[in-house]
Nanobody, 122 residues
Framework: QVQLVESGGGLRQAGGSLTLSCAAS????????MGWFRQAPGKEREFVGA????????YYSDSVKGRFTISRENAKTTVYLQMNYLKPEDTAVYYC???????????????WGRGTQVTVSS
């Protein structure tokens, strides 16, 4: 069983930055690809980005490409989401997820955190 706990959410003004962390309680963290998703009120959960097991590959949605960066520290069993140039439309609950491959398909991820709220004011 893998437990994922997100942290780092908060309130920022547009143009600001925020870094989310996702800590995994699992020894073989390096065996999992990790993804970040978000869900705004009244909207479906959407893919933000993903990172491969060894961090050799990162993938982003068009809406965050160039602004967000995913990284991971396998020794700390933690994955990060660095968010720059935040926009009001980035407001959502952000979730991290663990799976076998770094895809944009939420159904491929087996374990999910409970999420952390990010609010961006205009």
């Amino acid at each position: 069983q893998v437990q994922l706990v997100e942290s780092g959410g908060g309130l920022r003004q547009a143009g600001g930055s925020l870094t989310l962390s996702c800590a995994a309680s699992v020894r073989n963290f390096h065996a999992y690809a990790m993804g970040w998703f978000r869900q705004a009120p009244g909207k479906e959960r959407e893919f933000v980005g993903a990172i491969s097991r060894s961090a050799s590959g990162t993938y982003y949605s068009d809406s965050v490409k160039g602004r967000f960066t995913i990284s991971r520290e396998n020794a700390k069993t933690t994955v990060y989401l660095q968010m720059n140039y935040l926009k009001p439309e980035d407001t959502a609950v952000y979730y991290c997820a663990a799976g076998s491959i770094p895809t944009s398909n939420a159904r491929t991820y087996v374990y999910w955190g409970r999420g952390t709220q990010v609010t961006v004011s205009s």
